[in-house]
Nanobody, 118 residues
Framework: QVQLVESGGGLVLPGGSLRLLCTAS????????MRWYRQHPGKERELVAE????????NYTDSVKGRFTISRVNAERTVYLQMTSLKPEDTAVYYC???????????WGSGTLVAVSS
């Protein structure tokens, strides 16, 4: 059974940092494209960052480029999202996703809340 568990969310001041973790069981994180999404209240879920399975290539949405870094540790089956220079508009529930597009396989975690506020 595949499970993705997010952790590391919380309340942080503007300009602060947080590191989110996505710990996987039942899969190897280097076999999937691993993604972090976020969902602001009342809005659709948006893709924030991804790291490809094969080559470890990373991509980011424009609003987080230079501030967020996605990485993984295969042996720990964990994907990280290091977030710096946080802004109030980064407040959202952050979700981990594992996907193999060509196989139509798609797994989700239950999310972790990040709140950026003074």
């Amino acid at each position: 059974q595949v499970q993705l568990v997010e952790s590391g969310g919380g309340l942080v001041l503007p300009g602060g940092s947080l590191r989110l973790l996505c710990t996987a069981s039942g899969i190897s994180v280097n076999d999937y494209t691993m993604r972090w999404y976020r969902q602001h209240p009342g809005k659709e879920r948006e893709l924030v960052a991804e790291i490809s399975g094969a080559g470890g290539r990373t991509n980011y949405t424009d609003s987080v480029k230079g501030r967020f870094t996605i990485s993984r540790v295969n042996a720990e089956r964990t994907v990280y999202l290091q977030m710096t220079s946080l802004k109030p508009e980064d407040t959202a529930v952050y979700y981990c996703n594992a996907i193999k597009v060509t196989y139509g396989v798609d797994y989700w975690g239950s999310g972790t809340l990040v709140a950026v506020s003074s």
